[in-house]
């Protein structure tokens, strides 16, 4: 191969790395455009309908995937952190499951025609979302507890060690030159 080709060949590997990553970065764009556009509609969506068990079912599917969001985004935020000794994936990985399976139960009760049989459907339903919304804020605000405590632990061995060096330094000074370190 001449210099030539092996130039080519390297410019149209590198050209090729290059739009593949700007392609890649362009289908995460419009994934998170599209996300986004889609919970607004859904967060808006409640405020067009009418009052009555639709909108109710309406409401509940977007309380619940609010805080399954914003549960998400704490829980890989620090996805080192603890709520005691439960493992934040497995208490998401959990909650998420349930919260499908709610919001399943929701969309249809949403799309029922009669609303008789949505008050009836969206009665059944209320309370295991509700417990559900407050089992996983729950978890969240235990898992904040948590890591105020283990700051304060170590804060508190830090200001232990800081006051250890400043009284050590201390008997260094007084003692004078005698000591040397």
Known sequence: MTG?????????????GVGGLLLWWGVRLVRRTVAH???????????????????????????LATELRTTRQMFTAGPNSRIFRADPT????????????LDDD?????????R?????ALATVT????????????????????????????LNRLSKS??????SLGNYERAGRDLTI
Do not use: C, K, N
């Open 4 to 16: 030539f080709t092996q130039a080519v060949l390297i410019t149209l590997l590198i050209a090729g």
């Open 37 to 63: 556009g889609r919970r607004r509609a859904l967060e808006l969506r409640p405020r067009f309908l009418p009052p009555g068990p639709r909108r109710d079912a309406a409401i509940l599917r977007q309380q």
């Open 90 to 101: 497995a208490v998401l990985a959990e909650a998420a499951e349930f919260a499908a399976q």
């Open 106 to 114: 929701l969309a249809t009760i949403e799309a029922f025609p009669d």
């Open 116 to 120: 008789a049989q949505q008050r009836a």
């Open 127 to 154: 309370p295991q979302v509700v417990q559900l919304i407050d089992t996983i804020y729950s978890a969240r605000q235990t898992m904040l507890r948590t890591a105020v405590m283990d700051r304060d632990r170590e």
């Open 162 to 167: 800081v006051a250890y060096e400043a009284a």
